[in-house]
T-cell receptor, first 115, second 115 residues
């Protein structure tokens, strides 16, 4: 799987928008961009994924650059419950062979939300 | 119960003990996974089961022995562990592990301490 680069940490204030960046300059045309987050003392939680177009769901929005070499996870109004480690992960559309079912987690971005 | 459950949530065991971790998913998924999360390290995939067949063994020592009796249950049998095996063990499930758009759902994890 291609590699992603994320800032080690970011801070935000409660009820403000948060933009979490991810660089993936070696992304292939068939890689999906996934975001997961891990709250303290919990397992990771799926947030959102996309391929080429921007995506919205009840948790967040995903903005994908036109050249797909970067993406941004957007939390529209951060709450204290959004404090977590956010992971940006690439997965090939046909995840076979040694990539079968595999999520390759990096260090992620630690998001701190201030009241 | 909904989602992915894991028992026990905490486990302390000696190096000569034998214990088992249990995972159950109530999502109707076809694949189940074991991940390991050590302190200060990213999550590492250990095993993948698809339709009760092991399809991935990520170079895991034989002192970890997985078992998947049906698509809803997954076990990790532990014996003669080492202190460096102390970690958070996470179970996950998904519907279509061979597809890049597949979403994984994680349990809360079992915090294992080997003394």
């Amino acid at each position: 799987d291609a590699k992603t680069t994320q800032p080690n940490s970011m801070e935000s204030n409660e009820e403000e928008p948060v933009h979490l960046p991810c660089n993936h300059s070696t992304i292939s045309g068939t890689d999906y961009i996934h975001w997961y987050r891990q709250l303290p003392s919990q397992g990771p939680e799926y947030v959102i994924h996309g391929l080429t177009s921007n995506v919205n769901n009840r948790m967040a929005s995903l903005a994908i650059a036109e050249d797909r070499k970067s993406s941004t996870l957007i939390l529209h109004r951060a709450t204290l419950r959004d404090a977590a480690v956010y992971y940006c992960i690439l997965r090939d559309w046909n995840a076979g062979g040694t990539s079968y079912g595999k999520l390759t987690f990096g260090q992620g971005t630690i998001l701190t939300v201030h009241p | 119960e909904t989602g992915v459950t894991q028992t026990p949530r905490h486990l302390v065991m000696g190096m000569t003990n034998k214990k088992s971790l249990k995972c159950e998913q109530h999502l109707g998924h076809n694949a189940m996974y074991w991940y390991k999360q050590s302190a200060k390290k990213p999550l590492e995939l250990m095993f993948v089961y698809s339709l009760e067949e092991r399809v991935e063994n990520n170079s895991v020592p034989s002192r970890f022995s997985p078992e998947c009796p049906n698509s809803s249950h997954l076990f990790l049998h532990l014996h003669t562990l080492q202190p460096e095996d102390s970690a958070l063990y996470l179970c996950a499930s998904s519907l279509s592990p061979g597809q890049g758009a597949d979403e994984q759902y994680f349990g809360p994890g079992t915090r294992l301490t080997v003394t």
